[in-house]
């Protein structure tokens, strides 16, 4: 008996040590979303290091925070997330080179007027090859062009200020760039939405006219920003294969699954809004975290990555969001870092 009891103990033991990486192991990279002062000794580097072999800046390399000005770089965050992964053996994947979201105003103006298209082109240029060049040989892989299809419509093209300038061509060049700047890179097309039909077939559009010009691109990204509602396997599946048809690698690159219908603009609070987290929801959102990584192992090759967007409930992007004051619940670790019932549906295969 007292043997059985000990043999209990020792894997008791193991599986508290056991992380998401170690499960998937053969399959692909677990990664996480991170803020340079989870950096830190402490539980969220703690529980970093035991469930993830790859880590993303969540914000420290974009454009704007990683270039307020002109003449100035603020290296300092991003730094501090590479060295932590380079001395721990993580991967990284870098986030992002061209996105019009948080590309600083100071890109596309000059002596307070508008740039030329050469002026822009020559500051793209400039700003991935900085950047690209810091990290060579740290980062495995990088988004290069984020979010450059709109959501409804028959457009292709959003109409940002990089198209509106320079036209299309800002994306195969924004991916020439980097990757003369780091041959070795595995460059991504990064965007949301990718499970619905009209967007997906005008990324594919995209993504293939690209390959057809010897573009080098080499992945597509499936940003995952998904909810307990959706979307379905089918639909899921329907992206991977789509983009894998290509020859391109495909990733999940920013995971959550949100307990709330999706939406993707901010509101005011309604009195019909629910705000609560109970049980029937967590079990549907186990349940759906558990499809969801049925469909990733199906894909095993295909698919070479799957990245978490931030580490646990404590702290989300999606926190107060479309309305202050709203909680979300979308990832496999609660507010105290312990795993939810979500997640050993993820681990139990």
Known sequence: MA???LICLVTAQAQETKGLKDYY?????????????????GPESALILQHFNSVTPENAMKMGPIH???NRYNWEPADK??????KNGLKVRGHTLCWHTQAPN???TKNGQPVTKEELLARM???ITDVVTRYKGKLYAWDVVNEAVPDVGEEVYRKTKFYEIIGEEYIEKAFEYAHAADPDAVLFYNDYNTENASKRDRIFRLVKK???KGVPIHGVGLQGHWSVYEPTAQELEESITKFASLGLQVQITEMDVSVYVKEHERREKRPTDITSY???IQKKQAEHYKMLFEVFRKYKGQLTGVTFWNLSDKSTWLDAFPFVGRKDYPLLFDENYKPKQAYWEVVKF
């Open 81 to 86: 997330i590479v060295d932590f992964a380079v």
């Open 106 to 108: 100071w890109f596309f």
């Open 210 to 212: 690209l390959k057809d």
């Open 278 to 280: 109970p049980p029937e």
């Open 68 to 70: 307020p000005e002109e």
């Open 125 to 127: 240029k400039q700003h």
């Open 25 to 41: 192991k053969g399959y692909f990279p677990v990664g996480v979303a991170v803020s340079p002062r989870m950096m830190e000794p």
């Open 3 to 5: 043997w059985v009891i």
